[in-house]
C-alpha cells in the first residue's frame, strides 16, 4: 500500500460538487477582487473564530509582517518567537527591520511559557506565539506576562484553525490572530489566502486600507501600504470549506486518537497536549532518536513522511547575520533532529491507518 504524508485531493473529492458550483459561480459573476465572497468569507471567519473582526488577505506571511507594521513594530524593537516554529513567523517579525528573541519550546511544541520573562529587555516590544502543528499553546501563562509587561501579543494560527485553549480559540487572545489559507492547512484553499482576526475595529480598518496599497477610497492613498488582497475564488472557496471545518477537524481527532491508543513502540514518542488545550492536528508529530533510519524503513513500505523543520530559522542562512550558531538553542535544534509527521490527512482509510501503526510498531 503506498500512503502519502497528505491528500489534498481527498478533500476536493469529498465536496467537490459544493467545490465546482461556488467556483463557477464566482467565475461567471464578473467580480474578482474585494466583493461579497470576501466580505461574507470575513464575517463567517469572524464568527468561527469568535473575533469582532477578520480581515483577508493574500497569504499568512502577509498577515505576520502587516501585523507588526500596523501594531509600530520595527526597527531597534524586540519580538520574543519560540525557536521550533516555522520561518515565515520569524520573516514576519525581520520584513519589518525588528529581531527576533528566540526562546525553546516546551514538550508539547509549544513557545516555553517560563522562559519568556528572562528574555524580557527594555526593547521586547512583541510576543509571537506559533501554535504549532494545530496544538493550543498555554496562553494562560503567555497572555498573564504580555499583559504584565505592557507587550502586544500576536498569535501565528497558520496551523491551528479551530484549536482552542480553556475552551477559547487561538487567534483571540492577542492583538492579532494571523491565519494561512495555503491549500495544505486545515482551512486550506485552492491557491494562497491568509486573513487576520482582530478584537480593535480600529485595526480591523487599517488591514483593510494596507491590504488595498494604504488606500480607503480609490486613488486616494493614505500610507504606503502592500498589495495583500484575498480574491474572491479562494475566499469563495474557503467559504465551502469553513462550512465543513468541524467535521473535517473531528475526522482528523478520530485518526490522531487512534493513532496515539495503537501506536506502541518504545522507540517512538508520541505528540502530548498541555492541559486545557485542543488539537486540529495539523500535523500528527512523532519524535525518533533514530529518525533516518525510521524514515528509511517506511520508505521501503511505501509511508510518506515530511521533517517539520529540518532546520530551525536561526540556523537558516537566511539569518545567519543574526549569528546564532550551533547549540544556541538545543532542545529547539534536537527537536529538527528528532521529529517526523506521519500520514495524516482528511480521507484518510481505516485501512491506511492501519498500515501506518503496524509499520511503526514493527520498527525495531
Ligand atoms: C504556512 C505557515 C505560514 C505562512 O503561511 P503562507 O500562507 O504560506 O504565507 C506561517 N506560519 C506557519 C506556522 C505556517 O505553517
Known sequence: MRIMPNRMDRGFFKYQEEFEEKALAVLRSGWYVLGKEVSGFEEEFAAYTGADYCVGLANGLDALWIAFRL????????????????????????????????????????????????????????????HLYGIASRMDKITAICEKHHLKLVEDCAQSHGACYDGKMTGTFGDVGCFSFYPSKNLGAFGDGGAVVVKDKQLADAFKIFRNYGSEKRYY????????????????????????????????????????????????????????????????????????????????????????????????????????????????????????????????????????????????
Open 71 to 130: 501594531l509600530g513594530i520595527g526597527k531597534g524593537d524586540e519580538v520574543i518567537v519560540q525557536g521550533n516554529t516555522y520561518i515565515a513567523s520569524v520573516m514576519g517579525i525581520t520584513i519589518n527591520g525588528a529581531t527576533p528573541v528566540f526562546v525553546e519550546p516546551d514538550q508539547y511544541f509549544g513557545m516555553d511559557a517560563d522562559e519568556i520573562e528572562a528574555k524580557i529587555t527594555e526593547k521586547t516590544k512583541a510576543v509571537l506565539v506559533t
Open 221 to 364: 492613498n493614505k500610507i504606503v501600504g502592500a498589495n495583500s488582497r484575498l480574491d474572491e475564488l479562494q475566499a469563495g472557496l474557503l467559504r465551502v470549506r469553513l462550512k465543513h471545518l468541524k467535521e473535517l477537524t473531528e475526522e482528523k481527532i478520530l485518526i490522531a486518537n487512534r493513532y496515539t491508543r495503537e501506536i506502541h513502540n518504545p522507540g517512538i514518542l508520541l505528540p502530548e497536549l498541555p492541559e486545557k488545550a485542543s488539537c486540529v492536528w495539523h500535523q500528527y508529530v512523532i519524535r525518533c532518536e533514530e529518525r533516518a533510519r525510521l524514515i528509511r524503513y517506511l520508505d521501503e513500505k511505501e509511508i510518506g513522511t515530511i521533517i517539520h523543520y529540518p532546520i530551525p530559522p536561526h540556523l537558516a542562512e537566511a539569518y545567519a547575520y543574526l549569528g546564532h550558531g550551533e547549540g544556541f538553542l538545543p532542545k529547539t535544534e534536537h527537536l529538527a533532529k528528532t521529529v517526523l509527521s506521519i500520514p495524516m490527512y482528511n480521507g484518510m482509510t481505516d485501512e491506511e491507518q492501519e498500515y501506518v501503526i503496524r509499520a511503526l510498531n514493527e520498527f525495531e
